[in-house]
């Protein structure tokens, strides 16, 4: 992977898959991600072959790389109950399969909600089911556990959760997706140097920056420590500019592949959040790229 800094959104497939690389070059994307189906949704609609063929061309004439697809809203690979859980792990490996038809080798997932049943054995559960997808499919695809904001009965928010699912797992086709807002909701502080320090050292400790491959960059409604799940175009909310521009700025993030996952509304333009991400970075000169 490149040393340069590479951002992206994640796309619209309305239309035909294959549109994805369209819509994420004409907004100067370097990498993107997207879902291959309906995220609220159990059901799949397989992929055509002419689509498939489509995408993987624009890929390879495209500079877009990496390519991350996003897990459906509605699995829960934490949860108590026989069914959602059998249905979450089928979903996860029902999209192992639609990705290695793309060529897209990373799937970014939420992790789920124990429901009552207790933050280890949620933990447990989901460490169960990406081993059992994983051990049911072949290839080369990474399944990125993404954490979670600590709303409710939440798994994954806490950076040691994360580390403990993948030590159970075991293998190296799991990883890690860090999600700024989430990380901040869940109490993780950004906004000051010494803050900024203390959330990355936690997070080598916990999980290792060798397992951390994708940073969801957004900016968060939510004050730190509120639990809400709501992401805010960069630099406008609790997180603020200086907060980015620390963020940015770290070593261990500016390796990474950069994806934004920021709200779709008139105040704002993916043009400009990606200006401001490049801009907060250190990245433009005089005014141009």
Not at 64 to 82: C, E, G, R, W
Request: aromatic share 6%; charged share 30%.
């Amino acid at each position: 992977m490149s040393r340069a800094m590479r951002f992206g959104f994640h796309i619209s497939i309305k239309g035909s898959i294959d549109r994805a690389v369209d819509r994420a070059l004409r907004i100067g994307c370097d990498t993107f991600q997207l879902f291959t189906r309906n995220p609220r949704s159990w059901g799949t609609t397989p992929l055509e072959d002419e689509e498939v063929e489509a995408f993987k061309a624009k890929l390879r004439r495209s500079r877009l790389q990496p390519v991350f697809s996003h897990m459906p809203y509605i699995l829960n690979l934490a949860s108590p109950y026989p069914e959602i859980y059998r249905r979450s792990i089928e979903s996860l490996e029902e999209e192992i399969r639609r990705c290695e038809a793309l060529g897209v080798r990373y799937i970014v997932t939420h992790l789920g909600s124990h429901r009552g049943a207790g933050g280890g054995e949620g933990v447990r559960r989901v460490a169960e089911a990406v081993s059992t997808a994983l051990r049911e499919t072949d290839g080369e695809v990474l399944i990125l556990l993404e954490n979670g904001s600590g709303a409710g009965t939440q798994v994954g928010s806490r950076f040691e959760e994360l580390g403990e699912m993948l030590r159970l797992i075991g293998d190296e086709r799991a990883a890690v997706c860090l999600d700024t807002c989430h990380a901040f909701a869940a109490g993780y502080e950004w906004r000051n140097p010494e803050g900024l320090e203390e959330t990355m050292e936690n997070f080598q400790e916990a999980v290792g920056f060798e397992n951390l491959i994708l940073l969801h960059l957004n900016d968060s409604i939510g004050r730190r420590g509120s639990g809400i799940d709501h992401h805010e175009h960069i630099g406008l909310g609790e997180i603020g500019e200086e907060g980015f521009r620390l963020i940015l700025n770290h070593s261990q993030i500016r390796r990474l592949p950069i994806i934004m996952e920021t709200p779709i509304d008139e105040r704002r333009t993916d043009q400009e959040n990606l200006r401001k991400a490049k801009e907060l970075a250190g990245l433009l000169q005089g005014g141009e790229d």
